[in-house]
């Protein structure tokens, strides 16, 4: 039996917990900071500590996939624990792997994180669009199928993502916008949220040039250590802010260990952003 599909419950999410979204990003420097080894007992010790602080409260949690590949299989098995003991508790898990290839690849891909019973299966997975929107099909097919949902990259808060993200086609639009526009496709008559969602950083500034009215979720990296703040993200998003999903990740994660201090940063930023939100 497929889930309740993925927008419906992000939506319901972040109308209860508040539109945040933590990452767990255990690079070297990070795992330093907390007093951790950079090993399989530090990246262990790390997960553990994160989800148990604040899979129960936050939206989303946002695990990114080439910190624990780097240890190999340990570090694979680590992940998939973290995956399911922060859904047990509640929080939706968005897989930042960012695939992107094309046919059986791509199925395959797709079959990792979105199949029901994956041992990564997530809520949500990262992709990469730019071998072609259409080269996603399978990956949509099968969130639809499982309830789980994407979120393409679209316009990245990156200096090097301008190159190709605002690249013109020849009917004048620029690629970003036309991930945009087929992301609005496929979530078309969904309600109350769709599940197909873009990348788009909040650090970008001014996007009134964009249609972001996509009926689905904006996932937007940039709060906290970047820069931005959630003041600014009714600036950025426009009519649009209300399905915004900010990330924050450093500015959460330098609290640890301490698991209070990572749950009251974790709330400061879900009442700040829910306030900026609600004032819009």
């Given amino acids: ?3 309740e599909p993925f927008g419906a419950r992000l939506r319901r999410a972040m109308d ?3 539109p945040l979204c933590v990452g767990i990003d255990p690079h070297a420097s990070l795992l330093a900071d ?3 080894a950079d090993d399989i007992a530090g990246l262990e010790r790390f997960s553990r500590t994160v989800v148990e602080a604040l899979a129960d409260r936050v939206a989303v949690l946002k695990p990114q996939s080439a910190f624990f590949e780097r240890f190999g299989s340990r570090g694979i098995a680590v992940l998939e624990k973290s995956v399911e003991e922060a859904r047990a508790a509640g929080a939706l898990v968005v897989m930042d792997a960012k695939r992107g290839d094309i046919g059986s690849t791509m199925a395959a891909y797709a079959e990792t994180f979105l199949r029901k019973d994956a041992p990564l299966f997530s809520d949500a997975l990262t992709v990469s669009p730019f071998l072609g929107y259409g080269s996603l099909l ?3 097919e099968l969130a639809r199928e499982s309830g789980a949902g994407l979120f393409v990259l679209a316009l990245t808060s990156n200096p090097e993502g301008g190159e190709v993200q605002h690249a013109l086609r020849e009917d004048g639009r620029n690629v970003g916008a036309t991930m945009l526009a087929h992301l609005a496709v496929d979530n078309a008559g ?3 949220l769709g599940s197909f969602g873009a990348v788009v950083g909040a650090t970008l500034g001014d996007l009134s ?3 972001l009215d996509i009926n689905g979720p904006l996932l937007a990296p ?3 250590a970047q820069g931005a703040t959630a003041a600014d993200l009714a600036g950025v998003f426009g009519p649009a802010v209300r399905n915004v999903v900010p990330n924050v990740s450093r500015g959460v994660l330098r609290f640890g260990p301490d698991v209070v201090a ?3 940063s974790a709330d400061r930023f879900a009442e700040e952003i829910r306030a900026a939100v609600t004032a819009a």
């Fill in 222 to 224: 940039g709060i906290g």
């Fill in 1 to 3: 039996m497929s889930l």
């Fill in 190 to 192: 969904e309600a109350p």
């Fill in 209 to 211: 040039s964009y249609d």
């Fill in 16 to 18: 209860e917990r508040g």
């Fill in 262 to 264: 990572l749950r009251s």
């Fill in 34 to 36: 907390w007093g951790l």
């Fill in 138 to 140: 399978p990956a949509v």
